[in-house]
Antibody
Framework: QVQLKESGPGLVQPSETLSLTCTVS????????VSWVRQPSGKGPEWMGR???????AYNSALKSRLSISRDTSKNQVFLKMNSLQTDDTGTYYC?????????????WGQGVMVTVSS | DVQMTQSPSYLAASPGESVSISCKAS??????LAWYQEKPGKTNKLLIY???TLQSGTPSRFSGSGSGTDFTLTIRSLEPEDFAVYYC?????????FGSGTKLEIK
């Protein structure tokens, strides 16, 4: 069945870089896109960016200068790197599976990984 | 960016009752509106997309309506498992944006 699992450090120092991995199973990264979505505690989710099925990327302009999304199709993994972290980057980070068309919703979600930015 | 305003932020109801949640977009998003359910210990679930299309596996007591800027999620005859947090999300244009959520609790 479709599964996505996020992994990465739970604690990051301010000004440092966050690196997260989304490992997927039950579908191919060349058939579906994958997004990263984050959610500060008590707030609504925020779409961060998308790795398209064809290898292209799209980013939220609010984060674009700090964010990079890449993938390794042989390992069924999608990666997120975001630099210059601040305390308001604290929250739960999710990866999602997205059907391949332009206006696609998120049809499966991972369980999320909590990231705290603190010294 | 398209701002999504969801209301109410909190809703209390009893099993068997029907409830509606509103989601308003700051500009027209055609019918590209999705609804998600968030429950503790479970992954978020896509319920409805394109305004009114039920995702496979979504019970028929859930329905979505609306177009343009105004949308509604209705849950008829609430079941105990429906008490959760619900989010709307526009999937019409980038960046994709979400509402702030509605917590549905048991009265």
């Amino acid at each position: 069945q479709v599964q996505l699992k996020e992994s990465g450090p739970g604690l990051v120092q301010p000004s440092e870089t966050l690196s997260l991995t989304c490992t997927v199973s039950g579908f191919s990264l060349t058939s579906y896109s994958v997004s990263w979505v984050r959610q500060p505690s008590g707030k609504g989710p925020e779409w961060m960016g998308r790795m398209w099925y064809d290898g292209d990327t799209a980013y939220n302009s609010a984060l674009k200068s700090r964010l990079s999304i890449s993938r390794d199709t042989s390992k069924n993994q999608v990666f997120l790197k975001m630099n210059s972290l601040q305390t308001d980057d604290t929250g739960t980070y999710y990866c999602t599976r997205d059907p391949r068309y332009y206006s696609a919703p998120f049809d499966y979600w991972g369980q999320g990984v909590m990231v705290t930015v603190s010294s | 960016d398209v701002q999504m305003t969801q209301s109410p932020s909190y809703l209390a109801a009893s099993p068997g009752e029907s409830v509606s949640i509103s989601c308003k977009a700051s500009k027209s998003i055609n019918t590209y509106l999705a609804w998600y359910q968030e429950k503790p210990g479970k992954t978020n679930k896509l319920l409805i997309y394109s305004g009114s299309t039920l995702q496979s596996g979504t019970p028929s007591r859930f329905s979505g309506s609306g177009s343009g800027t105004d949308f509604t999620l209705t849950i008829r005859s609430l079941e105990p498992e429906d008490f959760a947090v619900y989010y709307c999300q526009q999937h019409n244009e980038y960046p994709l944006t979400f509402g702030s959520g509605t917590k549905l609790e048991i009265k």
